[in-house]
């Protein structure tokens, strides 16, 4: 469903009541009855399990499967796939400048790519009661990938020109892939660029934020915004990631949120940051209850902050501790 982003953005944030935003879409197999690997090969499924979380949990957006093998499968990357687990990248795809020299971009529908642009097609066509978001990997994170997340660290002080090469051709393709996604009727996309939390200011400013903006200029409007999301130990990056200028940014339970809402301007939404994996997964519900309470009374006093998960939450997460977070939310607000 066709929706002016911005003003839904500037909307949310003088809203005085906010639903919650949690990045949830996995645990939605639980509802469908597949496994995670069914669901990550299927756009049908992908859109089934989606529409499955809608109609549970009254989410402030509806995203996409947060799966960051995707991209790098379509470039030729091996990936390991599990029937309870999101799927990871295995081994390293170009060793040396000569195979990144000979990269070859793939085009949206290779690998699992045409799958997941249909499994948004889809969504759109079945949630039209909140905004969808089809996620991508961000350009660094993608490149690390295909380099090895090790590897490319040592790279980007040794072989920059071979790093740059391979981050122009991720570059490149992730536009084309927005731009489906954006064809497909989602009004915007969660860009998960966690592994340039690792970097430095200035290695920052040189290997990811350039070809974030990149990406986001070439397919933002009015109609269609970036989410930035970095689940990484960011808090000296504050001002490297404000400077990207996205609408919105989604941070992770690695560092504290307030830090972030003190530096991003307060025109941007900032979500986060309940520890997916710690508390939602492996938590109880009482736990969860009032680690979000305590959250929420901290941060809310910032009108553009919202009450999310800090990453992606897990596929076998219990649906009560789930449950536990949405009560949460719906007691502070009522009380």
Request: hydrophobic share 40%; net charge negative; with cysteine.
């Amino acid at each position: 469903m066709k929706r002016n982003m911005k003003q839904w953005v500037t909307d949310y944030i003088n809203a005085p009541t906010k639903k919650a935003m949690p990045i949830l879409s996995f645990p939605g197999v639980q509802l469908i009855g597949h496994t995670v690997e069914e669901l990550v090969r299927s756009g049908e499924l992908q859109a089934q399990c989606m529409k499955a979380i809608a109609d549970r949990f009254d989410t402030g957006v509806a995203f996409s499967l947060m799966d960051l093998s995707v991209e790098a499968e379509a470039f030729g990357a091996p990936v390991h796939y599990s029937e309870d687990e999101v799927p990871t990248v295995h081994g390293t795809l170009i060793h040396d400048e000569d195979e990144a020299d000979a990269l070859k971009v793939p085009k949206v529908g290779d690998g699992r790519t045409g799958e997941c642009v249909e499994g948004i097609r889809r969504a759109c066509e079945l949630i039209t009661d909140r905004p969808v978001l089809a996620g991508i990997i961000g350009p660094y994170s993608l490149s690390g990938r295909l380099l090895d997340m090790t590897e490319i660290m040592i790279l980007c002080y040794e072989e920059p020109e071979m790093v740059e090469t391979v981050l122009e051709k991720a570059t490149e393709f992730l536009i084309e892939y927005a731009k489906a996604f954006k064809e497909a009727g989602a009004n915007g996309v969660c860009m998960a660029e966690p592994a340039a939390g690792l970097l430095s200011p200035n290695l920052i400013d040189e290997f990811s934020t350039p070809y974030v903006q990149k990406i986001r200029e070439a397919v933002e409007d009015e109609n269609f915004v970036v989410m930035y999301h970095n689940c990484g130990n960011i808090t000296p990056l504050m001002q490297n990631i404000s400077d990207i200028d996205a609408v919105a940014y989604s941070v992770g339970n690695a560092i504290d949120i307030k830090e972030a809402l003190k530096v991003i301007p307060q025109d941007k939404m900032v979500i986060g940051n309940i520890d997916p994996a710690g508390t939602i997964r492996n938590g109880n519900p009482e736990m969860i209850y009032k680690e979000t309470t305590e959250l929420m009374e901290r941060c809310c006093k910032y009108p553009n902050f919202v009450i999310a998960s800090g990453c992606d939450i897990p596929p076998v997460s219990p649906m009560e501790n789930i449950q536990a977070f949405f009560d949460a939310v719906r007691d502070f607000y009522n009380k």
